[in-house]
């Protein structure tokens, strides 16, 4: 199957052969034919299916042929996403995708000035992308108007309302016009988007292109136990001794992500960080960094788990596992992108043992555990499967090691302490890594 048979316009064909995209993704050969026809549509589809171009290509498509000239202050299509970062790279695919075509694309979110944003306005945008809080704020402005509007996508919409969007969410449904094409992404189904979904959507195509709330099969993924004070230890350990290229850490608090970066800075690793302290501009530089390589390791809160697109990301490590266990699902899903093959490991401590289950049961798997020699914890991390079931009675190990004097004997005599049950999964740490480093 070819893009062009999908019914796509020759400028927009032009703009996907200077990107080398080849073949449509199963979602976008669903969707883009369905969205052309102007039909509404309901996608399970997690990031790193190509579904961003599942929707942006047939919409410009539509916005070049059908319709009038934008006119001030109005918008035509409106993408709403969840976060600031992820409506930053969306209007960047959107441009490339719209090279060709005489469209105005552009994106507001909070966390930055607004009077650049209202001033663009002006002029009217064809495609707006934006953060529901901003938009509501330009809006009760009347810096945008919707009069324009025919199509409406939510993308994320799952983390729109994790992050607690709903009521603004709402109002700015309330202010759309009824008449106009709705898309709803969404990586997980609960209750409150099956709700939203009855509620927006006519007669909606149905698109799943993997099992829901399952984590990309094209990640091999696993964990590692470690005792909680160790962590930082252990990710430098194996930075170093997997020659690790790239990572992208996950930090459970901003105040952990700060920690973690200047271990690695004054171990003369290039390190970065993005968390929702950090002011807007330095947290895009950051990420711009990271993708130019010119840092190695790039720590985060949450806030980056969506929708940021890295090419060729080749290892997401989760110091902490995340609280909400959706989150491990987009976590793990900034690498294994588009059919390429990722890795995510997990660093695992026994308090994290409840997470560890919710993850397994919405993923359908149980991780693999692989130990690290010199890191075995003293507070084992109790065995867990897919199934929610926790070991909590596991054998107590015949002897107490002191090796290394972490933890010492003490914290093995601990009377509640859970301990490692014969473990079959136990497997040495696999020589995954990066490319092997040049000579000087
Ligand atoms: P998305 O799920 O939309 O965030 O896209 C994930 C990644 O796949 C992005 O880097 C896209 O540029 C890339 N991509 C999307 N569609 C294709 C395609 N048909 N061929 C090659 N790469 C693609």
Redesign the pocket.
């Known amino acids: 199957m070819t893009f062009a048979s999908l019914g796509l316009i020759d400028p927009l064909l032009r703009a996907l052969d200077g ?7 199963p979602v ?1 050969a669903q969707a883009i034919p369905a969205v052309l026809k102007g039909r509404d549509v309901l996608a399970a589809a997690q ?8 929707f942006a290509l047939p919409l410009l498509q539509k916005l070049t042929m059908e319709g009038s000239q934008v006119a001030s202050n109005s918008v035509r299509a409106l993408v709403l996403v969840p976060t600031r970062e992820l409506a930053e790279q969306l209007q960047q ?1 959107i441009q490339q995708y719209g090279q060709h075509l005489p469209l105005r694309s552009y994106a507001v979110y909070g966390g930055v000035s607004i009077n650049p944003q209202m001033m663009k306005l002006r002029k009217g945008i064809d495609l707006l992308v934006a953060t529901p809080g901003r938009l509501l704020d330009l809006y009760r402005q009347n810096a945008v108007k919707f009069d324009q509007l025919q199509a409406l996508v939510l993308d994320e919409a799952d983390r729109m309302l994790d992050l607690g969007f709903s009521r603004e969410l709402d109002e700015l449904f309330t202010a759309l016009p009824r008449r106009r094409q709705t898309l709803l992404f969404s990586a997980t189904f609960s209750d409150a988007i099956r709700q939203m979904a009855k509620e927006l959507l006519r007669d909606p195509l149905n698109i799943e292109v993997s099992p829901r709330n399952a984590a990309a099969t094209s990640v091999k993924q696993w964990l590692i136990p470690v005792d909680k004070k160790r962590k930082s230890e252990l990710f430098l350990h194996l930075y170093r001794n997997k020659r690790w290229d790239q990572v992208l850490v996950f930090v459970k608090t901003r105040k952990g992500v700060d920690e973690l970066e200047q271990a690695l800075l004054a171990a003369g690793i290039a390190a970065d960080s993005i968390h929702g302290d950090k002011p807007q501009p330095s947290r895009l530089r950051a990420l711009q960094r990271f993708k130019a390589g010119e840092v190695r390791v790039l720590a985060a809160t949450d806030v980056a788990a969506r ?1 940021l ?1 890295i ?1 060729d990301l080749p290892l997401v490590v989760n110091f902490d596992l995340p609280i909400v266990a959706e989150d491990y699902v987009h976590r793990i899903g900034r690498t294994g ?2 059919g390429a093959t990722g890795q995510a490991v997990s660093l695992v401590c026994a308090d994290e043992v409840q997470l560890l289950s919710a993850i397994e049961v919405l993923i359908r798997q149980s991780l693999a555990r692989y130990e690290e020699s010199d890191f075995i914890p003293d507070h084992r991390v109790p065995q867990t499967d897919a199934t929610g079931q926790v070991l909590k009675k596991p054998k107590k190990p015949k002897k107490p090691k002191v090796v290394g004097g972490k933890g010492g004997l003490g914290k093995w005599m601990e009377a509640d302490e859970p301990s490692a049950p014969p473990v079959k999964a136990v497997r040495k740490v696999p020589s995954f890594g990066g490319k092997p480093k040049k000579k000087p």
């Open positions: 990107l080398d995209y080849r073949t449509p993704t976008q990031t790193g299916t190509g579904k961003t171009a599942g695919s929708g697109d090419d992108r588009a």
